[in-house]
């Protein structure tokens, strides 16, 4: 079965600080990967998706940026991070078929201080 | 661009009794997926029932069905026999031509024993 793996669980970092999040997927190939962002009290935001290796879409520009050197490994960054930054980050994965759902990792919060 | 509209930030039922989320979408696509996903405490994103929109019978699974009606550009989710595990944040989702989900705000569904 497939699996999607998310980390950290939670991360405290200052203002400025460079950011890295992980998200791999298991159990399938060429999935469709996605970043949401989920500010407090609030819906989800799309940030990155991607349907291939080194294939970033992004859906709000914005100080961070997404990459995915493999084909089940997508990364979150950024090189200085703002207070405005600080939420719910969750990484999920579809298939490619017009009809598959997607399916969401355990998420990260990001505290910015 | 699509926009999906929760128009209940928070909604109350009595555990075993019955209770329904709105959700209202626009779009000009004939050809469409819609989506009600669950957000518990823990904050893990838990599909709980999918719609495609040339279906005319409204999707069910288990104690939990839709109401869609296409023509309004409705989709509401009802939830029977209420148990405590039902609490958390609701969403509507659409999904569109690209493979992304446009997400509404949320509606936090309280269960009262």
């Known amino acids: 079965s497939q699996t999607i793996h998310q980390w950290p669980a939670t991360l405290v970092q200052p203002v400025g600080s460079p950011l890295s999040l992980e998200c791999t997927v298991e159990?399938?190939?060429?999935?469709?990967l996605y970043w949401y962002r989920q500010a407090a009290g609030r819906g989800l935001q799309l940030l990155f998706y991607?349907?291939?290796?080194?294939?970033i879409s992004s859906e709000v520009p914005q100080n961070l940026s997404a990459s995915r050197p493999q084909d089940r490994q997508f990364i979150l960054s950024s090189k200085k991070l703002l207070l405005s930054d600080s939420g719910f980050y969750l990484c999920?994965?579809?298939?490619?078929?017009?009809?598959?759902?997607?399916?969401f990792g355990d998420g990260t919060r990001l505290s910015i201080l | 661009a699509q926009t999906v509209t929760q128009s209940q930030p928070e909604m109350s039922v009595q555990e075993a009794e019955t209770v329904t989320l709105s959700c209202t979408y626009d779009?000009?696509?004939?050809?469409?997926?819609l989506f009600w996903y669950k957000q518990p405490p823990s904050r893990q994103m838990i599909l709980v029932i999918r719609?495609?929109?040339?279906?005319?019978q409204n999707a069910t699974e288990n104690r939990f069905s839709v109401n869609f009606q296409k023509a309004a550009k409705s989709f509401s989710l009802k939830i029977s026999d209420s148990q405590l595990g039902d609490a958390a944040m609701y969403f509507c989702?659409?999904?569109?031509?690209?493979?992304?989900?446009?997400f509404g705000a949320g509606t936090i569904l309280r269960v009262k024993s």
């Open positions: 999920a994965w579809s298939g490619t078929g017009v009809d598959q759902p997607q399916h």
């Open positions: 159990g399938t190939s060429n999935p469709n």
């Open positions: 991607s349907v291939g290796i080194g294939q």
């Open positions: 779009t000009s696509e004939s050809d469409y997926y």
């Open positions: 719609q495609e929109a040339y279906k005319q």
């Open positions: 989702a659409y999904w569109e031509y690209g493979n992304k989900l446009v």
